[in-house]
């Protein structure tokens, strides 16, 4: 069928949205997620379950909303996932469900993600209780993080009837999804925070400004404070750079420092004290998610935004929605292009960036095509900002004052694949903190799991 298209999402104008922070899909009203769901075939052996990283009964959901049974749909839903409008918004489907739903393969897969996301706004929209939980346990448990994979294996750990608290080190709960993600594609009060307080009304307690390492050991959690099993979700949030000269200047940021002041500490608005300094032409360095977070924030508080890549557009690794939105908006890419130096002026402020031009070699250990220079292309490009987004490792605080706890050489906890469970008894971690930099949903599904392993092992060392 050569008309078995999508129906499309609205969005906010590209020039418009490219001034402010509003978020930029408005995805779908009841009437056309109804008519988008008709496309499902409802397979019995849905490929599209098997895409998705926390096995959510996609056809089951997708039929209810054919029904126009939302809250059914939102409770089919809520069997697997504790984030859904998160995740609505921000999981690569294209790689997961949608990329292997069977529709896709003569035409555009089933919108999955904008069905996930109208179901679970809806069930906000309708004050829909969704949290069943179990008659209380006996038992104590500290979750440390209060990203995806803190929120996840709490919201379980709760379910299950477990006395849960999270320790988070920031002042407001949320992890990336708060601080990382920026507002115009995941609104903060009308999203992140009610999604973290269903997780509160399940009974977990919240502690922030908690450095758990600092404020309070792994030891002390466990021997002073009477926790029987320890989960750690403390992602990875230590920034990598370069280490070429000029990285030390006056407008240089990590992307998480820049994204942080401008989600967390609010820079974008006037009534805020804490601006930052986005100067009139921004060079972002990288090719993912969060580079092109960074550059099209950039935009938004008014400066050229330019992206510099050293690979080519085919292996960009942000989500391709992002880099479409990102050019829609006015991002300029300068491809197959890597830094050699950021020039500074007298007194250390940027004031631009040597540049070289780079052609694609044989694939690397990652098999992708190895970028390699090519000799004697450099060029200048003038620049006022740089914002470095070249991936975060685990911050090794936990690891470093908690005896036994063993990391792999990249700094990451080590856990095994399908519990968690940590070098030391009763401790588990998961997400961000284990694989190094990686998804929204593939942190949930740790800490869901974890979760489950938590029980077990309270049910057979505690209760
Ligand atoms: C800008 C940006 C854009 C992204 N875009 C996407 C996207 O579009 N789709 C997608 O799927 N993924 C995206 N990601 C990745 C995704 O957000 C992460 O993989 C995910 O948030 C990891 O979850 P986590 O719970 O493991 O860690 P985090 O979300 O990092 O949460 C960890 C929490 O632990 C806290 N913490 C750390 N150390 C301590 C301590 N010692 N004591 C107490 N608390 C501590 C931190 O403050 C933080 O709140 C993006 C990431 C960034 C930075
Ligand atoms: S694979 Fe596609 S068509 Fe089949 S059940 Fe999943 S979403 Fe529906």
Excluded at 290 to 317: N, W
Aim: net charge negative; proline share 5%; with cysteine.
């Amino acid at each position: 069928m050569a008309d078995n298209k999508r129906v499309p999402v609205r969005e906010q104008d590209a020039k418009v949205r490219a001034t402010n922070f509003e978020e930029v899909c408005y995805g779908y009203n009841l009437e056309e997620a109804k008519e988008e769901a008709k496309r499902c075939l409802g397979c019995k052996k849905p490929r599209c379950v098997e895409g998705c990283p926390v096995s959510i009964e996609i056809p089951d959901f997708i039929s209810k909303v054919k029904e126009g049974d939302i809250e059914g749909a939102a409770k089919v839903i809520a069997r697997n996932s504790s984030l859904p409008a998160v995740c609505g918004r921000v999981c690569p489907q294209e790689t997961q469900c949608e990329g292997k739903c069977i529709v896709g393969i003569k035409n555009e897969p089933v919108s999955i993600g904008k069905l996930e996301r109208f179901v679970a706004d809806w069930s906000r929209e309708n004050n829909i209780n969704l949290s069943e939980t179990k008659s209380k346990k006996n038992a104590k448990v500290a979750v440390i993080g209060s990203g995806p994979a803190g929120l996840a294996c709490a919201g379980d750990l709760a379910k299950e009837g477990y006395d849960v608290t999270i320790f988070e080190a920031m002042h407001e709960p949320g992890g990336v999804l708060t601080y990382g993600i920026p507002e115009f594609r995941l609104p903060k009060s009308g999203v992140v925070q009610p999604e973290i307080e269903n997780i509160k009304k399940l009974g977990v307690h919240l502690e922030t400004n908690v450095i758990i390492g600092r404020t309070l050991t792994i030891k002390q959690l466990k021997e002073e404070e009477g926790f029987d099993a320890i989960f750690i979700g403390s992602g990875a949030g230590l920034p990598s750079f370069m280490g070429i000269p000029g990285e030390n200047g006056n407008g240089v940021f990590s992307a998480n420092e820049y994204l942080t002041r401008v989600n967390l500490m609010k820079a974008f608005r006037e009534d805020y004290d804490t601006p930052v300094r986005s100067g009139k032409r921004v060079i972002t360095v990288g090719g993912g998610n969060v580079a092109m977070d960074a550059a099209r924030t950039a935009l938004r508080l008014g400066s050229e935004s330019y992206i510099v890549y050293r690979r080519s557009e085919a292996e960009l690794p942000a989500r391709v929605e992002e880099v479409h939105h990102a050019k829609e908006e006015g991002v300029v890419f300068n491809l197959l292009t890597n830094p050699k130096e950021i020039l500074l002026d007298e007194q250390g402020n940027v004031r631009g960036m040597i540049c070289i031009k780079m052609e694609l070699g044989e694939p690397d250990e990652s098999g992708r095509r190895r970028p390699k220079e090519i000799a004697g292309s450099e060029f200048e490009i003038e620049a006022d900002t740089v914002i470095m987004s070249l991936g975060t490792s685990p911050n090794p605080l936990i690891s470093s004052t908690t005896k036994g706890l063993d990391v792999n050489r990249k700094g990451c906890i080590v856990a095994t694949d399908e519990e968690g469970l940590t070098s030391i008894d009763g401790i588990y971690a998961g997400g961000d903190a284990v694989t190094g930099a990686a998804t929204v949903i593939s942190a949930m599904g740790a800490g869901r799991k974890a979760a489950a392993a938590i029980d077990e092992y309270l049910k057979q060392n505690v209760l």
